[in-house]
């Protein structure tokens, strides 16, 4: 058992070194890490670590990306001969900050998601049969879920037109209006793609109301309109990632809406819920027709 942790630990730390998270010099405290990791031997396992190994590389070099432009302004005009020592006062100065609110940020964060997940398990059981998931990882974690994803209409001519400055303006806008309207719902905005973003719930109900709601806002809070499509299935949730063909669906179907409207595939819209019409819709990738319903805000 002894040595199986070890060799888990060896492989953590060689794919971590892999991709440049870590260096020789963290050799000690990255096998302190995986070996406090390995006691909890209950539910992290050597896959459950690969996962959340992804997760935050991921993480920390988007935050660490958005860090370093701040560092690079200020040290812009920093002589050559000073620059290792102000370097050094910056990260002595940014770093218990920084540590400080990813611990404020990521504990509250945890405990929402895993309430929420815990929450939605009862539902996720009663179609876990109806997932397939031969030739699969045992441990893989796949739920029946509803996707949707809301996208900008005509950003790359904005973008191809407008100034930087407005760019980023864009996008902030985007993330904390959908932020507000994932938060509202009570869905998960689970990846941001630029000029859209991919909504998840095990709830259909409040996943459509989200998606639909999120059109309207974008369109009121930005200066582009948006539009949005909505799939249903077997998701894949692994690495704080989201794979499997709802996700692909759903984007297809994003593309294909026009502004202020939000395709549904059929087998992903809610009981009781009626569109304003139905149509027939070729998703990218796809040899046959799909019938959709729309939906307006």
């Known amino acids: 058992m002894k040595n199986d942790q070890e060799a888990i630990r060896g492989r953590i730390y060689e794919l971590a070194r892999s991709i440049g998270l870590v260096g020789d010099a963290q050799l000690g405290q990255i096998a302190d890490l995986a070996a406090r990791a390995s006691q909890l031997n209950d539910f992290m396992d050597e896959h459950a670590l690969v996962g959340l190994l992804q997760a935050y590389g991921r993480a920390v070099d ?25 370097l050094d006062a910056w990260l002595a100065d940014v770093l218990p ?55 900008l209409r005509g950003s790359t001519g904005f973008m191809l037109d407008q100034k930087p400055e407005a760019i980023c303006a864009l996008v902030d806008e985007l993330y904390f209006a959908v932020g507000q309207v994932a938060a509202q719902h009570e869905v998960h905005a689970g990846k941001f793609l630029g000029d859209g973003v991919l909504f998840f719930s095990a709830d259909p109900d409040r996943l459509l109301d989200a998606t639909v709601q999120a059109v309207a806002v974008l369109g009121e809070q930005t200066a582009l309109r948006a ?30 809406a026009g502004p202020d409207e939000v395709l549904v595939d059929q087998d992903a819209l ?27 805000p």
């Open 62 to 86: 988007r935050i660490a990306s958005a860090e370093a432009l701040v560092a690079a302004r200020h040290l812009a005009d920093v002589p050559d001969e000073a620059f290792e020592a102000t």
């Open 270 to 296: 809610p009981d009781g819920r009626t569109p304003r019409t139905w149509r027939w819709a070729r998703p990218r990738g796809l040899s046959e027709e799909r019938r959709v319903g729309v939906l307006v």
């Open 97 to 151: 900050l920084a540590v400080d609110t990813f611990a404020l940020i990521h504990a509250r964060r945890l405990e929402q998601l895993v309430r929420r997940r815990t929450q939605a398990a009862a539902a996720s059981a009663a179609t876990a049969s109806a997932v397939s998931t031969d030739g699969a990882t045992p441990d893989l974690e796949f739920a029946d879920l509803a996707v949707g994803m809301v996208d």
């Open 227 to 256: 539009g949005a499509g909505v799939a249903r299935g077997a998701v894949i949730r692994h690495a704080g990632d989201w794979f499997g063909t709802p996700v692909n669906l759903a984007s297809r179907l994003g593309e294909l």
